[in-house]
């Protein structure tokens, strides 16, 4: 079992290096960095310093879009990633979400994104492929970064089960969503031939710890907010009991994309508690382990958890010392 971090670079690029270089010292597995250029610092940028600054933690986006950059520019910078960090690369990516709705853009449809998975593996390993009618090489590289699509619709969980070395869901933190997602993932393998265990699961997880617990509460909403608002958007309205779909209904209308992740954003205010504990998982310590304990046994490889407080390190701090070591001994 594995627990990464995910960084939201809203604030100054030495805040998200500062807490990238915490990760390492405090003997997590990983960063995962928001690709969201038009709201965020550059996660290419962040990732590549980090190669250089660190030693041993992976190094992922978290996760990149296909549709703002050409298939081979995302091979060439992931390969390029891998060679620097020697072998951290993780390829998170997806179809897109503020990074492209902010552009005016939509999300890249399943069939054109898969294709983009194809070139990019292709193109990583230094084959030949061919892509809208031209054949292109990268004969210089020869590896093969783990590619993790992150999903959470029926369709796009199946997609990752069938293409993907892993997934990156965010269905939040009640059982039910997980069981959904995987039946999902279960599905899209089995389809390929695989089987659920062929690929590495991770779960994005809106999470703050801390021993006051209405301040974890608090912290964790802007991100929450994130987490909802894809849960909302893609799992099926069966899953939702009337009361918490109401709240969701209310959620939806006030969301503002250009504060995606912010504590200060109206959508962190409609985040009501009963939104909070089906998302995420906020409170002291000893509530987190129960739950992390929960979720781990339903078959996670790892949890990516998002830290977008203003000032995250107290909470890193509480969490890889008195959750991490009671989930993942």
Not at 235 to 241: A, G, L, N, V, W
Not at 259 to 276: F, P, V, Y
Request: with cysteine; proline share 5%.
């Amino acid at each position: 079992m594995e627990f990464h971090i995910g960084i939201l670079p809203r604030q100054s690029v030495e805040h998200s290096l500062r807490t990238g270089r915490a990760v390492e010292e405090l003997g997590l597995a990983g960063v995962w960095v928001a690709d969201s250029h038009s709201i965020m610092r550059d996660a290419y940028a962040l990732l590549n310093v980090l190669a250089v600054q660190t030693s041993r933690i992976k190094l992922a986006a978290g996760v990149t879009p296909t549709g703002t950059r050409h298939p081979a520019v995302l091979a060439n910078s992931w390969a390029t990633l891998d060679e620097l960090s020697g072998g951290r690369a993780i390829l998170g990516i997806g179809t897109g979400d503020s990074a492209v709705i902010n552009l005016g853009m939509r999300p890249e449809k399943l069939a054109a994104f898969e294709e983009k998975i194809k070139v990019i593996r292709a193109l990583m390993c230094g084959e030949e492929v061919e892509y809208e009618g031209t054949k292109i090489r990268m004969p210089w590289s020869r590896c093969r970064v783990p590619i993790v699509m992150a999903c959470s619709g029926p369709k796009s969980l199946q997609l990752g089960g069938r293409i993907a070395d892993g997934v990156l869901f965010q269905v939040g933190s009640d059982p039910a969503f997980v069981r959904y997602a995987l039946a999902n993932v279960r599905k899209g393998a089995e389809s390929a031939g695989r089987r659920l265990q062929d690929l590495t699961l991770y779960m994005r997880l809106a999470c703050a710890v801390s021993e006051d617990r209405e301040k974890a509460r608090d912290q964790v909403r802007g991100y929450a907010s994130v987490a909802a608002g894809t849960v909302f958007r893609t799992i099926p309205r069966e899953y939702f009991d009337d009361a918490l779909w109401d709240d969701v209904e209310r959620f939806k209308a006030g969301y503002d994309y250009v504060a995606h992740g912010s504590n200060r954003s109206r959508q962190a205010e409609l985040i009501t508690d009963r939104i909070l504990d089906a998302i995420a998982v906020a409170g002291t310590p000893d509530e987190a382990v129960i739950r992390f304990r929960e979720l781990a046994e339903l078959g996670m490889n790892g949890f990516v958890c998002p830290f977008g407080m203003d000032d995250p390190l107290p909470y890193l701090q509480t969490f890889a010392e008195q959750v991490v070591p009671k989930v993942a001994p």
